[in-house]
């Protein structure tokens, strides 16, 4: 068996880095993503659509019952690829930031500032030693003040970025390639969501359909301003369309 | 003797990730869920059931004075596959705070809520250094507010997910393909309780009998609310029946 | 020499899971008690009988000043095999428990609830870093309210289990043989003394013969319903009997 | 596969020395740093100018949306190279520093000072266990008391010194070629934008061309003493000048 | 150069179990007692006599001023063999533990008691990390309450037991078998003393003699019940006796 | 590749002693300061002179910025050679320790013990883990109470010893045999500085020329009492001398 | 290369047993002691005296400026063979037990006493994990209350014994020999200061010569009962008188 420089040891012991300048267990904490189910985000003038895929590994699984996107404040709102363990602690810990936030300064955390709060979680568990980095990518998607529609992508890195539309998880690659050929920035709401669904459709395989179980979309448009979840009804409805 | 990535030394440092983004920690505590005994659970309209096997490794063992199905409040128990002593810790810990949220809120903790309390201890013994995961599965049960059944199992990497029918140990594969095969969600609570003891029956080799010794059952109705073992002449009567 | 693969490492760490989801550290605790003096429990309906031989490495040993068997409280003892030092911390922990619980609800502490206690010292050391398990395992035995004979055994794992009869240490196996034969639950405190003697004796080799310096004998029967030692007379006048 | 002394294991505990005096970790975040964006910096007689390029791994990336040169007080601002999750502790930290300086002495934080104490941090992650290095490299520029412009870069060692021009990231070794080239100390602010941003120029491709997204750049001249960052449309006229 | 399991590493790391179950660290300490100077006690009906040689490495070590023979309290004295750095900590903690005895309860440490104590400190050190086990075995001896003497002696496991002759260091097992042959529980105290520096003197190589420095003797008969050391000029007289 | 003992291991734990009671880190620590600038201290009966090389890596560094000459105290400076962000940390604490003395003793702290004081935080650095010994060597020289010159030059190991004259760094074997050769003890303090400033001059390589920014000195006379640093003017008129 | 036990680990880790009972740091330790320069100590009926070689590896170095004797309170002082910075550290701390001690007690602190505390330092850097031995000895000598000479040496382990002279360091075998042969307990002062000289002079090789910068003198006789070391003048008369 040939050794590469990983086996060689610089990838075990927790945030060394290796003779490039790499971090390992990082770089792995984002194999556990990409193993993840596929969610994605889109950004348009109208707003902000979340949207991530469910699986269902038997038929015993309460699929409808598992959340897959989640509300962090009114007017924000994310999903996430990876470990759900991870994802759940990061998430607790933005909602916790995003109340404390409204109760100190009485108006809303800015998108981007939380997600920062949460990045700057993730980076202390790259540097130190005694813990292993977050095996999770969020992605983070809401209005801010003066109806700024905003979407970003935190990697377990700590490292974030703004996006116009971004997709993770086993079908990243492929929706990612349908949201580069049909992104357009300025469709209505109802627009971004058909786009953000037909993005996770071009991730199916041959015969594999979506049904309202095996999907879940949170959106928050600049009008509103508040992030909003597709209800059974709303999700069906939109599937009958396509 | 061949080395795969596992022996490579991926797997025994306490949480880190191999190049495939597993935790292979986390995948061997798995193994001491399946090496334990089988324990299911069902849930259906009428409400949920806990079952659990007991197994005698010599007649010296008073298996009576053995509980596998422990109320964790009045409208909630649970099981467990794995390590008895992990599972024991765990159970402690959700007691205490099914009953410290009672004195707090002066209501019951909600099922999800619960579960994910113990998930989260679960899942910060698989990030951080000097501990090793709970090697044990726990399944969830109860009435929630509203007279909803709810059913959950948390894996030892702290994801948990909600279920139809749940089972885990040595005969858990078996009793899956029993209960995905007869499933019905409308069956009432008598006709779930048998659902669960012939999905354990399923898994026995031949020649081997269960007897009133041999199983501990919970439920929890919907018209009730609360959370029942039953006694040792119930399961008498009930094997009896079948 | 052929490495399986518990020389592969996953036996050197401490309190890491095996690929087969064993804790190798804590089965080869067990080997210490393996290897412990013989020392067994009975339970009837009349009481609890612990008995634990003693053997002299060289006739300058004082086995008379030597303590196997252990009042906790009036009504529950315990005995041990492994190692003697590890037994002693637990004893002392497990007298101290009892006394607080008198002191705090005025009654005696539960058999089972005292047990529970010794052994999540145990399983603590079992999953935290910087601590080997505990090198021993102890049968507890006594009367709790409502004239309930108990007769526990914790193991290193922090595992504990109610037997109507339990033998560990050097002659465990022969002992267990024996007492799966002969033990019937409906002896007279008398006969259950003679019981466990018997199992003892059915594990000496050869020649070899028991007299009031290496045996120590303990129990509890139901009408008193507190724990006594034999004294050296009533050893010798019951070794005599037999 | 021949085995260097790096190999062998002198560059895989944290914070050791080599048998040559090397701290490998210490190089190998250097490493990082010359893996990311090219990042420079200039300072003349009439004041400072720092320049990041920022590269668009896909076309939904939101790259206006991406921050390389941050104001870090008035008077100083600062850019960095390596991971971006490491550069944005550090740059909270330094804003935090000069803050409080502000608060206490009632007057801006000296340059050097400002580096200093980040180098400081820096320094202890190389010599304490437990952590990794820092896998960034800071430029600082900016105008101190005094008129007086300042530049200096700070390596993940901690060690830092002052320059007159400097360049790092991907394209560092052909930019500093450049500024060895064409570097005078007493150009206008405007003309030292210019050398920066040629600077720049010169480490792309064939083909390859900027556009008002692709570069950062902010500045400070001696006669405001304050650090400004150009607009989107600075930028766009300035990139059509040359 | 063949490896037996003890090579394979079990007996490299602290307080880990090896695959027989034995604490490796804990049988290498006790080889550390095996190595000291020869140490003996012996305990009749008269009272307790303890017993160490000196030897001298080279003749200018001022063997008159190094005490083997130490008095804990009035009633009680111990010697030992092994590291004589390590035995010194225990002593100054069992002197302390019998002061503080007397100070608490006004009356005398019980000897048995006390042993536990520094026992308890012995086992802390075996199940611990980051340190090693004591290399010192203590040999107990006094009167305790009601003129009843004791002799007991604790090993670097921390555990302990009772003797009525125990001899350990290089001289040990020759010492042993000398004080098998000719133990006798009724001895006057004067004899004891004497059959003690007997079997000293049996462990002697041809040709080597005993003199007033080459012995320190302590006893502690039951009729004063207070632990004295023989002076220069008794030890002489008894010498020239024999 | 042969491996001596140093590669055996003893040379990757910190802090460890090898089998010749040699501290590897702690001379590869030495190295470190081996590979540094050149830096010399001279001590005659009219002061002590401190010079450090400055190198030029590129034409962009602003040389004139750095700083390696440091006064600690009116009467006392020092210089280095080796890690530099390691030597900032402990010119910085002996700053404020040359301070607190003249706060609470008012008056200045003798030089020796200022020396200690450093050499001590060193000394720890190399007998505790989860550190590295400090890579860097320090000459501390300057005038104590009763114009006594001093001169002393700390290492990674904490000793320190009093000197004539020492160099250290790239040049520090050839400045030595310099000064060895043409060192004496009643040389003004201009001739002292002379000397200092050949001894550099001798390391050079054919063709290399010291200027003003090439070079820095520190100087202490026994007249003034006080620490001076040359101005740039100074060093100008002083090489052009040469 | 053939690997005996001790390459097979046991000498890497800090503070754990060999299978024959040694710590091989420690081993390792009295290594640096043996290699460090010649020191000794002689007691006689008259006084003590302690005797330090200093030898210059350069002309430069001031080695008047060393200090190998060192005063620890009026009655005692003390010298060392081994690691300088470790020597300086445990000095310090004797000092400061030695002058509490005044405080505290108002009376001198008892010679042995003193080199116990300076010992159970030793000893717990011996036994607890994180930092390595003390690689060095001291040799400790003053009169104490009652005329009592007093000369003791405390080793890396922490093990201290009385001695009539002690010789360690390069040198230290050679002295002893010398000392054994020539040791007498009844010479005055002045004789027993020609003696330690005499035993140094005899660890010369052919050639080299004392000289009174080369030798450090240090003696309390019983007359005044306190610490002197002679000067210059007065090592130089002895040495001519020699």
């Given amino acids: 068996m040939a050794l590469g420089p ?17 971090l390992y267990q990082v770089d792995y904490a984002f194999e556990a993503v990409k193993r993840g189910w596929t969610t994605l985000g889109v950004k348009t003038k109208s707003g902000v659509v979340l ?29 996430f690829a990876g470990l759900a363990s ?29 997600t920062k709060v949460i990045s700057d979680v993730k ?9 292993r980095p977050f095996g999770v990518a969020l992605i983070v998607g809401g209005i801010d003040k ?42 209505d709401i109802q627009s971004t969501i058909l786009l953000a669904l037909r993005a996770l ?6 015969g594999e359909k979506l049904n309202y179980s095996s999907v879940e979309i949170g959106y928050a448009d600049v009008d509103s301003g508040t992030f909003k979840k597709l209800t059974t009804e709303e999700r069906s409805d ?5």
């Fill in 146 to 187: 003066g109806k700024q529609p905003k979407l970003l992508m935190t990697e377990p890195s700590g490292q974030f970025m703004p996006y116009y539309a971004v997709a993770i998880g086993q079908g990243g690659y492929t929706a990612t390639e349908y949201l580069e050929k049909n992104y357009k920035e300025d469709l």
């Fill in 123 to 131: 980076q202390a568990y790259t540097q130190h030693g005694g813990v």
């Fill in 86 to 114: 991870d994802g759940r602690i990061l998430i607790d810990y933005a909602r916790s930031q995003a109340l404390q936030h409204r109760l100190i300064y009485d108006e809303p955390i800015s998108i981007e500032y939380l």
């Fill in 51 to 79: 949207l991530a895929e469910k699986r269902k590994a038997t038929q015993l699984l309460d699929v409808d019952g598992i959340e897959k996107i989640f509300m962090l404040d009114d007017h924000v709102g994310c999903t």
């Fill in 6 to 22: 990983a086996a060689m040891g610089y990838d075990r012991a927790i945030t060394i880095f290796s003779p490039d300048g790499s």
């Fill in 201 to 206: 459709m071009a991730t199916l395989k041959p």
């Fill in 238 to 242: 939109l599937l009958q369309k396509i």
